[in-house]
């Protein structure tokens, strides 16, 4: 059989612990026997990120914007404990949060529906695409513990040197402060993301924020959304036949529980957060889920949504037979190789692509799966099979 071949790299980040080791095995049996495969290679493992000062994650995002297309394998997020197990110059900062923040943009998650796998929410027929702003609010906020009485106070001081305050709270005792931005411009293209992405899916765009509380801070999403929604998209809505629907985050919550999916719903950054957790959860397993983050310079960038799987890493290294997922991981490359064959115009990458898809579900629906979908699949003794056995269950698929 003859390898598909490929003209521009992808830019390949490498991560940590499980999902380093399901990397692994996916290119050697998923990719390489069948595609000539081009990537420039990025080692995002907390080791190499440790020995560069974290200038690996900068470089790979950097080359990222050259190639347009990344897949990202799943990557620790250090904190104390893992200051000491790698013994890290620096608690370095959210590998995603650096490479979001380069590249700015919308993170879609979506689920990978299958059969056998039904939702816990039993009225949901079709995937709830989560579209996450991934700039700013919470995850670049300014905080301070307050020991005790005092005012807090919102200070802006603009270029000329004039200064707008606004009062916080006048404290009585001990207490907390926490002081969060956004940018018209990264609204922006979280909007233009969100409305590019459900005509190129044929999806309603729900979206949802706080504004009758947040007059001014989730107010400005609202406008924005909307006034950009008029201007340049509003005609191709109607001509596509698909709708833009705004209402609160509660209301939304509660509607969602009772749609039957097949929308796409736009949070900020916190709210999808939460949200994308919940949604994937319901609809069967987080390792059942696909991640891309689409800026809106034409960038993109697949990962799985889960982590790094820590504790089957521990199973792992102690010789124990481990039954981790590589679904979300696999679409994460499937994403990725197809991307790069539509910006190339490389049919054979895309076809391969949407193989690779047809045979990791097909070799679910047909019964054989990791241990996190046998505990919930509704299809009877289904086999378990361990994390490689899975995977060379979808190769075995794919030569045929
Ligand atoms: P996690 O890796 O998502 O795993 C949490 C639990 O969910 C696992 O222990 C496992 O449950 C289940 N699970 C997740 N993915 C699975 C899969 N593919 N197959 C089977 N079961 C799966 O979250 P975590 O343990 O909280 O975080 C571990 C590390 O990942 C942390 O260092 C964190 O910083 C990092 N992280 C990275 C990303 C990213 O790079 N995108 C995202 C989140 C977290 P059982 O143990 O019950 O089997
Ligand atoms: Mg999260």
């Not at 906020?141 to 916080?168: C, F, H, S, W």
């Not at 018209?184 to 504004?211: G, H, M, N, V």
């Not at 107010?219 to 609160?248: M, N, R, S, V």
């Not at 699949?377 to 045929?400: C, D, G, H, Q, Y």
């Amino acid at each position: 059989m003859e390898k598909v071949k490929m003209t521009t790299p992808l830019v390949e980040m490498d991560g940590d612990e499980m999902t380093r080791i399901l990397w692994k095995i996916i290119k050697e049996e998923l990719i390489q026997p069948f595609v000539e495969l081009k990537t420039e290679y990025y080692d995002l493992g907390l080791e190499y990120r440790n020995k560069t000062n974290d200038q690996v994650t900068i470089d790979a995002a950097n080359a990222t914007k050259k190639y347009k297309v990344a897949v990202k394998c799943a990557t620790i997020t250090p904190n104390a404990a893992r200051m000491e197990e790698y013994h890290l110059k620096n608690m370095y900062k959210s590998p995603n949060g650096t490479i979001r923040s380069m590249l700015d943009g919308t993170v879609f998650r979506a689920p990978i529906v299958v059969k056998g796998i039904e939702p816990c929410v039993k009225n949901w027929k079709k995937p709830i695409t989560l579209a996450r702003h991934a700039y700013g609010d919470v995850y670049k906020n300014a905080e301070m513990i307050i020991p005790g009485p005092g005012k807090v106070e919102l200070v802006y001081t603009a270029k000329d040197g004039t200064q707008t305050r606004e009062p916080v709270h006048e404290f009585q005792g001990a207490g907390v402060v926490q002081g969060m931005h956004n940018l018209d411009a990264s609204i922006e293209s979280f909007a233009r993301s969100c409305f590019s992405y459900a005509l190129d899916t044929r999806q309603d765009l729900w979206f949802s924020t706080k504004d009758t509380i947040s007059k001014k801070y989730d107010h400005t999403f609202k406008d924005i959304f909307q006034d950009i929604y008029e201007k340049e998209f509003q005609e191709a809505f109607e001509k596509a036949g698909i709708t833009y629907f705004y209402t609160l985050i509660d209301d939304a919550v509660a509607r969602v529980m009772k749609a039957e999916g097949g929308f796409i719903w736009a949070c900020k950054n916190y709210d999808g957060d939460v949200m994308s957790d919940m949604v994937s959860s319901a609809f069967g397993s987080l390792a059942m889920m696909t991640s891309v983050l689409v800026s809106p310079h034409g960038y993109f960038e697949y990962e799985a949504a889960h982590g790094t799987v820590q504790r089957h890493y521990y199973k792992y290294l102690k010789g124990e037979e481990t039954s981790t997922n590589s679904v979300a991981t696999i679409f994460a490359w499937s994403g990725a190789l197809r991307k790069r064959g539509e910006l190339d115009e490389n049919k054979a990458l895309q076809e391969f692509a949407d193989k690779l898809e047809k045979a990791t579900v097909a070799v679910i629906e047909e019964g054989s799966m990791t241990k996190d979908l046998a505990m919930i699949t509704m299809l009877e003794n289904p086999k378990v099979l361990n994390s490689k056995e899975f995977i060379l269950e979808i190769r075995k698929r794919l030569e045929a």
